[in-house]
């Protein structure tokens, strides 16, 4: 699934090419990328502008000139494409909107998704945000993100510290590679209490998960594969840069010892058993 990094390149090319924008248009393709509106997404985006483009964690939304918000899920494998009229002829194509851009050109913005995991919908902001992302925490890049606050809200919980990073409510935009990357940084073993951190230790932590996602973001994010693109079709090159994730039985590049990946609630952990043994 897109984190952080990866969505909000998407929210930077949404911003430069969509802002201003008006629907004119909207097809809903495949019934799941729009599941869970009640009235057709046609009907509630025609004539509507693009008046913000904003983001919270690994959701997005484009804020609409009505006060409402079209916001966007991602899933597994969604992609925005932006393009002129005709550009995208991708068969995983769920939904297509065509658009008159501020300066009066004619655009498309496509919805891509294989694995039909992610979505549309528009929703009322409520106090500057759509209603479903009202429950998500602020994320590390958040400018507004207050570290030492989040650093005592984790130390509250005695599961694993990678669960806590892993949880929306508590820290946002951390997904399993941020995850494990923050954490080898810090020398923290990703099973190790939550509760059991010092002070000092989860702000290090938090810390380090700011460094690793702003430079992920400075190349595009993380693509192992052709579902991870900004607007334009573009890959990130983070992957290049992985000191653990998806890196099992290559040397530490702190120490030099093997990585290891383990078995950890549906997914896999990677990391150093010597230095954040």
């Known amino acids: 699934m897109p984190e952080l990094p990866e969505v909000e390149v998407v929210r930077r090319g949404l911003e430069k090419h969509v802002l201003g924008a008006r629907f004119d248009s909207a097809r809903v393709l495949h019934p799941r990328a729009n599941r869970g509106q009640d009235a057709p997404l046609e009907a509630l985006l025609t ?8 983001r919270r964690g690994k959701f997005l939304w484009l804020e609409l000139d009505n006060d409402d918000a079209l916001f966007v899920h991602l899933g597994m494998s969604g992609q925005m494409l932006v393009g002129s009229p005709g550009a995208c002829t991708s068969p995983h194509l769920r939904i297509l909107a065509e658009m008159t851009s501020k300066s ?5 913005l496509a919805f891509v998704d294989q694995r039909t995991f992610g979505r549309w919908l528009v929703a009322p902001l409520i106090d500057g945000v759509p209603q479903p992302v009202r429950h998500i925490a602020r994320d590390p890049l958040a400018a507004d993100f207050d570290i030492v606050a989040t650093a ?3 130390r509250k919980s005695s599961s694993a510290v990678k669960s806590v990073l892993l949880n929306q409510e508590i820290v946002s935009g951390i997904g399993n590679i941020y995850a494990d990357e923050s954490l080898w940084a810090a020398q923290i073993n990703p099973r190790r ?3 059991a951190l010092l002070q000092r230790e989860a702000v290090s932590l938090l810390e380090a998960s700011q460094d690793v996602m702003g ?4 190349v595009g994010g993380t693509s192992f594969d052709a579902l991870y693109v900004d607007v334009e079709g573009a890959s990130g090159y983070f992957a290049r840069s992985l000191h653990v994730y998806g890196r099992e039985g290559e040397p530490c590049d702190r120490c030099g010892t093997p990585i290891v990946r383990q078995a950890f609630q549906n997914r896999s952990s990677h990391f150093c058993p010597v230095c954040q043994g």
């Open 47 to 54: 004539g509507a502008s693009v008046r913000d483009v904003r």
């Open 104 to 108: 009066g050109d004619p655009l498309e």
């Open 152 to 154: 005592r809200r984790m």
């Open 193 to 195: 209490r939550a509760s």
């Open 215 to 218: 430079r992920a973001l400075a």
